[in-house]
């Protein structure tokens, strides 16, 4: 038990209900100052909730929250701003950069060195961010744009901010997700100094190397309630992992058998310039759904999104059906018919000020045209129709603008239009993501009769009920390379959250 006298932050009692979610229940938290606290849980256990309340972005339902070296200060009815000033800092998992903006006006939003009239020092800003970033790297120049720099480079500017106004607590939610091997060690190299300062540290993250490598205490958060604090040193991985699921999952997605034939697709070698470590290799059945799971930054979305041709590989050879095809654009893979439904629907999924009926036929417009530029109108508003009606999009009609659609049913839209394409091999990135219970279940649904009517599925998630109730097998990927392909019917979600989280051999007890 940590002595009173030791703890910086102490949280008691929170609870935070949301509209048909008990988000929070009675949770405690308690952080030592210099201490390097792990928070780790499930998708959807709470963690970002919990944090969220402590930064003041949320509001408690019940429950205090105290700080200082003794923690008896009550802070529960400060503001944001008022933390920050306290010295609370928070690194968001989305990074929140301007991309148009300098590096050095990054590091120092919302707190430039202005004149008297409120003009901007530049060389002050510049001289500032440099000693700023140097803390992190000395590889990055403040004069760069952000939307200049790799994705690594933008995390690493989102980590100086983070610093930049020697804070306190800092709080970190995946900050690894996006960096690279050195950038990780970069980054580690920080936070130890921070801590031998006496800073204190909150570090969300799903990866198990980490947690060893940098965590002294870990917080376990499941189903909104904690279940578990103590040190890192003293708990081994597979136990830790068995304490972040609880129990043994129940079938929540039903999945119908259908037989699985032929190798239908297959990646040989396969590396995209992006995110992917190792060159990738599997196959995919006629009739089977293959998911790829992994944490945020595993390199999930980087390798079906270079696989469809929307952005480079570094090597590789896709084949189809035993035939090898060039895809070096989209409409490469659809000519292959091969259709992707995107992570993110509607910066890359949809068009957002054209109708439903727009939007269904954008994939496969040549099915609705006379003398290769007429469109037959009657033949697209037939089709758009009975596309609404086989997967339930709700909508006034199909002349509806999908921008005023819910989230759901603009996901529907997207999957609709991959069956309007005629596609035989379908990539979902994340379907369910932001989605009702229901539109979820009408989803899964569509996917099994789409396996059942012949297709080749992949299906991207890093939800693992969803993976073990929807698929035939999956590819678990962590750091950029598949750590373990395992068949559905002969794992658990103990093994493959294991392996999500880093570990190298499930069944082996590691502590340290």
Not at 13 to 31: C, H, M, T
Not at 110 to 132: A, Q
Not at 257 to 278: A, N
Not at 293 to 298: D, H, K, L, N, Y
Request: with cysteine; glycine share 8%.
């Amino acid at each position: 038990m940590v002595e009173n006298n030791q703890i910086y932050v102490r949280m008691e009692g929170i609870y935070k209900r949301f509209p048909g979610v008990q988000a929070l229940k009675n949770v405690d938290l308690a952080v030592r100052r210099g201490e390097s606290h792990a928070l780790v849980g499930e998708n959807g256990a709470g963690k970002s909730t919990l944090v969220k309340i402590l930064t003041r972005e949320y509001i408690e339902d019940a429950g205090k929250i105290f700080l200082g070296d003794h923690g008896d200060q009550e802070i529960t009815r400060k503001t944001y701003l008022e933390l920050q000033k306290m010295g609370f800092s928070l690194m968001h998992q989305d990074l929140n950069l301007v991309p148009s903006f300098t590096v050095a006006q990054n590091i120092l939003l919302g707190r430039e060195p202005l004149t008297k009239i409120k003009t901007m020092k530049w060389s002050e800003l510049r001289e500032t961010s440099s000693t700023i970033i140097r803390q992190v790297t000395d590889r990055i120049s403040v004069t760069s744009r952000v939307e200049e720099l790799s994705i690594s480079q933008r995390a690493l500017v989102a980590i100086a901010r983070a610093v930049a106004t020697k804070p306190q607590l800092l709080i970190l939610d995946e900050p690894t997700a996006r960096l690279d091997r050195e950038g990780v060690d970069a980054l580690f190299a920080l936070l130890n100094t921070l801590k031998q300062e006496g800073v204190t540290i909150i570090y969300i993250s799903h990866r198990l190397e980490e947690i060893y490598q940098m965590c002294d205490q870990v917080t376990v958060l499941r189903d909104g309630e904690r279940t578990f604090t103590g040190p890192v040193k003293e708990i081994g991985q597979v136990e830790l992992v068995n304490l972040i699921v609880g129990r043994k999952m129940e079938q929540q997605i039903p999945k119908e058998e259908v037989p699985i034939g032929e190798v239908v697709f297959s990646v040989k070698d396969f590396k995209p310039q992006e995110k992917v470590q190792e060159k990738v290799n599997f196959d995919l059945r006629k009739s089977e759904i293959l998911g790829i799971t992994g944490s945020v930054g595993a390199g999930k979305t980087e390798l079906v999104r270079a696989i469809f041709g929307l952005d480079k590989r570094e090597s590789g050879l896709v084949f189809v059906a035993g035939r090898k095809v060039s895809i070096k654009s989209t409409k490469n893979a659809i000519d292959e018919q091969i259709m992707l439904v995107p992570e993110d629907r509607r910066e890359e999924g949809l068009v957002t000020d054209f109708s439903v009926r727009e939007n269904l036929s954008l994939a496969s417009l040549q099915k609705y045209c006379r003398l290769g530029f007429w469109i037959n109108g009657k033949k697209e508003k037939t089709r758009a129709k009975g596309l609404v009606k086989n997967l339930t999009i709700h909508t006034p009609g199909i002349e509806q603008l999908v921008r005023n659609l819910s989230g759901g049913n603009q996901q529907k839209v997207v999957i609709s239009r991959g069956l309007d394409s005629d596609a035989r091999i379908f990539i979902f990135d994340e379907p369910t993501k932001g989605i009702d219970v229901g539109a979820k279940a009408e989803i899964y649904r569509f996917i099994g009769r789409l396996a059942k009517e012949g297709a080749g599925i992949i299906y991207i998630s890093p939800e693992l009920p969803e993976i073990l109730g929807l698929c035939d097998r999956v590819l678990v990927m962590f750091g950029g390379r598949i750590m373990k392909q395992l068949s559905i019917m002969d794992t658990t979600k103990e093994e493959v959250l294991f392996y999500v989280m880093g570990g190298e051999k499930y069944g082996k007890q590691t502590v340290g």
